[in-house]
């Protein structure tokens, strides 16, 4: 079952903050996030694993709620190379596929 | 060194043609997938192929049809190409495929347009 991803688009100025969340009615095992440029392929970020820590990959870091089984990307002091789209995939226990959520519209602006 | 390659990039095609898109990756990896990306963004899983065997086949018409020759090959083939065929394919592959801690990595993806 597909992922709900949180706001659909977001639209920043250079500096501000962002929160994209990503949430699943199924048990998940691990949530993995991806950023995707206009015309690029999608390109991994980081994982968040069940009972895990939180992840950072430069100013972006994540967390995993498992009682809420929510994924959160927090983007701190935008970037404008933080546009894109950010898309969240999940893994149940049997992690056999990696299940996509419909993505988030980020937009940087100077 | 590109990770994982496709080729062609683009392919613009008239309905009812035949078509191939091929897929390659150097990491050493045991686990393909294809996946379709329509306009809308969504990121959907059509197959996936462990060491040439085939693991994940999604609900996808009997018009696609994958093949690996090895596990760092994985081609898409697809017959009688409809309009709502046009979308944005992307190559992936993984170390292992059932780890909940598998990453993917995508190659560039094919534009493939039906006329």
């Known amino acids: 079952q597909q992922p709900v991803q949180s706001p659909q688009a977001v639209i920043l100025r250079e500096g501000e903050d962002a929160v994209i969340n990503c949430s699943s009615s199924?048990?998940?095992?691990?949530v993995h996030w991806y950023r995707q440029k206009h015309g690029e392929a999608p390109v991994f970020l980081m994982i968040?694993?069940?009972?895990?820590e939180q992840m950072r990959h430069e100013k972006i870091s994540a967390s995993f709620n498992e009682k809420k089984q929510q994924s959160s990307l927090y983007l701190t002091a935008s970037q404008l190379s933080y546009s894109g789209t950010y898309f969240c995939?999940?893994?149940?226990?049997?992690?056999?596929?990696?299940?996509f959520g419909e993505g988030t519209q980020l937009t940087v602006n100077p | 060194d590109t990770a994982v390659s496709q080729t062609p990039k683009y392919l613009v095609t008239q309905m009812g043609n035949d078509k191939s898109i091929k897929c390659e990756q150097n990491?050493?990896?045991?686990?393909m997938y294809w996946y379709k990306q329509d306009s809308k963004k969504f990121l959907k899983i059509m197959f996936s192929?462990?060491?040439?065997?085939?693991?994940i086949n999604e609900t996808v018409p009997n018009r696609f049809s994958p093949k690996s020759p090895d596990k760092a090959h994985l081609n898409l083939h697809i017959n009688s190409l409809e309009l709502g065929d046009s979308a944005v394919y992307f190559c992936?592959?993984?170390?292992?495929?059932?780890?909940?801690?598998?990453?993917?990595?995508f190659g560039p993806g094919t534009r493939l347009t039906v006329l």
């Open positions: 992936a592959s993984s170390q292992y495929g059932t780890s909940a801690t598998d990453t993917q990595y």
């Open positions: 199924k048990a998940l095992y691990s």
């Open positions: 968040l694993l069940k009972g895990g």
């Open positions: 995939g999940t893994k149940d226990t049997s992690g056999s596929r990696l299940t």
């Open positions: 990491l050493g990896h045991d686990t």
């Open positions: 192929y462990n060491n040439k065997e085939l693991i």
